[in-house]
């Protein structure tokens, strides 16, 4: 299966290419410009450059939150116009949180994402990383800070925090040689790790129109409709 997959849910816009798991190519960067300004033009360079036509790919698959709001929406809303014009194409949406622990994958052991949302709340999510594969131990959620440190405290062995709030996890573990932090390296959003998991995991392909974004929490749009309607 030939598999071409973008990332715009962080600062992060990436883009992959990859054939029956193996990397064709891949490109990240960190743009002051919007996603939508950069994110179809780098698909068409990689194609361009891996001598792939849109019609050889398979399946498109975008990383569908928890993120950034706009670059979710950014992200899914290129797949589906991608697909609308190819009707043979298949889609998929794969967690943010899961295509972080993906990009340590060769780590043995518990991955637990954590990023940002607000204050010391996290989206988290965690995983288990054996010979390669990711296997799901919690689904993505917001959980507080103290509460995911108690559940890494709990589950014990050896431990692989990635994401942006993972140094303020590590400094409740500085005495753990077991608890770690992935390399700056591993940590921004890579497309390649989205290939990853539809690779692994089929069931996470459906079709454009059941593709949707994962925000975890309401948007802005959405507490605005509500505090009127509450009026």
């Known amino acids: 299966m030939t598999i071409l997959s973008i990332d715009t849910s962080g600062k992060t816009a990436s883009v992959a290419l990859t054939k029956d ?4 190519g891949e490109t990240s960067i960190v743009t002051r410009l919007t996603h939508s300004q950069v994110i179809l033009p780098m698909v068409q360079r990689l194609l361009n ?5 849109i019609n050889d790919i398979d399946c498109i698959a975008a990383a569908n939150g928890p993120g950034s709001y706009t670059g979710l929406r950014i992200g899914i809303g290129a797949v589906k116009g991608m697909c609308l014009g190819n009707p043979a194409l298949k889609c998929a949406g794969v ?5 972080l622990a ?9 991955v637990y994402t954590a990023l940002k949302a607000r204050n010391t709340i996290c989206y988290f999510a965690a995983f288990e990383a054996k010979c ?7 689904d993505d959620c917001l959980m507080e800070a103290a509460e ?17 709030y993972a140094q303020e996890l ?7 040689d077991k608890v770690h932090t992935a390399p700056a390296a591993d940590s921004i959003a890579r497309a390649s790790s989205v290939c990853m998991a539809v690779e692994n995991d089929p069931a996470l392909i459906t079709l ?7 925000y975890l929490q309401p948007t802005k749009a959405q507490k605005d409709r509500a505090h009127a309607e509450e009026k």
């Open 132 to 138: 390669g594969r990711i296997t799901r131990l919690h």
């Open 102 to 110: 993906y990009n340590v994958s060769a780590f043995e052991g518990y």
């Open 49 to 53: 450059d891996c001598e792939t036509d």
């Open 95 to 99: 967690s943010t949180l899961l295509a």
């Open 21 to 24: 798991g193996a990397l064709l």
């Open 148 to 164: 995911i440190a108690a559940l890494i405290s709990q589950n014990g062995g050896s431990a692989m925090l990635i994401g942006d």
């Open 170 to 176: 590590k400094a409740k573990f500085a005495d753990n």
């Open 208 to 214: 454009p129109a059941s593709l949707g974004v994962s």
